[in-house]
């Protein structure tokens, strides 16, 4: 998760939220360390002044990777400065989109300016989508280029040590050498994909998958700070994704609860509840019993719930959501789990997946109702993160703990109710 715990009643499985990112970067690593210690590989010069991570992070009013985490320093100067890149599972049709805040504190003045971030293959160091800067006076123009030395540029409209929203776009067409790049420059985020700012269709090579990001310090001379990076292939994902924040599930008189809640969403049709139930045989066969209508365009949280009148009171029920988009397109939650019976006893599983990087799921069964307090610790016994602090009902409950704000370790996470105290050790690496 970024900023919300994702929180659960009863068991949860490892299927996605709704949708998924290829790769998000807070840069949420101790300030000063190389990017190469964190995840980055270095791709020219390596060691030789390398980007390092910066103390603080860039905010944007409604970005979803907004003011969280560090962020990292890039730093034109030489060609013996390095360059490093992050790769993420390669894409080879449709199109790609990296959104990122960005803030120059300094910019080349030099001919077409130069570039400083860009596209990959999954392999090799061909540069696509190469995302330019260049100084006229105070002000600054961004500009792209799919692959040539000549870049379009936008209007000197912007401003040295302002944070702008760029979302870089890559998008395959089935011939040869045909393949479009877009630039957008802090696109509108309450509604659907913009059209772009900057559009260039050079007749450079195609690259055969998008499958990395780089960070280039170039020979000329500019100096930014880089946060926030978000690549996934749909406007939807990157900058505003329909985000689902909670969905949880109860049963209240032999009826079964369900509430969930987004923080943002885009073109939100609304939510297909479908079930799937398991007696004595496994039955793989899920079936809608309602549907709840969405918001359309939000940049605020909003709450939903449905009840399910017909389940019995007896054997395991699964619930997920369809998040259906006004274009048909759909995505489906994660699957929760609802028990008819109590569980016999009070008791804390190990964390999983174990060790993490950066989120994972904590699970514990109540007897009873009551006061539950869950914490996570470090090995000082000084208190990190408090994930619960509330009334539960008994049954079974997972809790999605995130510690993309913590540096990697052993960490205690404590559970208590009444008079039951249970602790776990878990391992976050990053």
């Given at each position: ?20 990112l290829l790769l998000e970067e807070n840069f949420s690593y101790t300030a000063g360390s190389p990017l190469t210690s964190n995840g980055w590989t270095a791709y020219n010069t390596q060691g ?383």
């Open positions: 998760m970024r900023k919300l715990i994702l929180f659960i009643l009863f068991i949860f499985s490892t299927s996605t939220i709704f949708p998924q030789t002044n390398p980007i390092l991570v910066s103390s603080g992070s860039l905010s944007y009013t409604n970005y979803s990777s907004s003011n969280i985490g560090n962020s990292a320093n890039v730093i034109g100067k030489s060609s013996s400065s390095e360059d490093d890149k992050r790769t993420f599972t390669a894409q080879s049709s449709g199109s790609v989109y990296a959104s990122f805040l960005i803030n120059f504190s300094s910019a080349t003045t030099a001919a077409d300016g130069d570039y400083f971030l860009g596209f990959f293959t999954s392999s090799g160091k061909t540069a696509k989508g190469k995302v330019y800067v260049k100084r006229s006076g105070s002000n600054i123009a961004f500009g792209i280029s799919k692959g040539g030395t000549i870049p379009e540029l936008s209007a000197f409209n912007y401003s040295l040590n302002v944070t702008y929203l760029l979302v870089l776009k890559y998008t395959f067409n089935a011939s040869s050498s045909d393949d479009i790049i877009n630039l957008f420059i802090n696109p509108d985020l309450s509604g659907p994909e913009p059209s772009p700012n900057l559009t260039n269709t050079d007749s450079s090579a195609d690259l055969n998958n998008v499958g990395a990001i780089f960070l280039r310090q170039g020979s000329k001379s500019y100096n930014l700070v880089i946060d926030g990076i978000r690549v996934a292939t749909s406007w939807s994902q990157a900058p505003l994704p329909v985000e689902l924040t909670t969905f949880s599930a109860s049963v209240v008189n032999s009826n079964v609860e369900l509430k969930w809640q987004t923080a943002t969403e885009v073109n939100n049709y609304g939510f297909e509840v479908e079930r799937k139930i398991l007696k004595q045989v496994q039955n793989d066969n899920w079936e809608r019993i309602g549907f709840v209508n969405g918001h359309g365009n939000s940049n605020s949280p909003k709450e939903y719930s449905f009840t399910d009148k017909t389940a019995e009171n007896s054997g395991k029920y699964f619930y997920r959501l369809k998040q259906v988009d006004v274009d048909g397109q759909f995505e489906y939650s994660p699957e929760i789990e609802v028990t008819f019976g109590a569980p016999a006893k009070f008791e804390l599983f190990q964390n999983y997946p174990n060790p993490f990087n950066p989120t994972t799921n904590i699970r514990f069964t109540l007897p009873e109702a009551g006061n539950v307090k869950l914490a996570v610790y470090n090995l000082l016994g000084q208190k990190v993160a408090d994930l619960v602090n509330q009334n539960m009902e008994a049954g079974f409950h997972n809790i999605t703990f995130d510690g993309s704000k913590l540096t990697s370790g052993i960490y205690i996470y404590r559970l208590e109710s009444g008079n039951n105290i249970m602790i776990r050790k878990m391992q976050l690496v990053k």
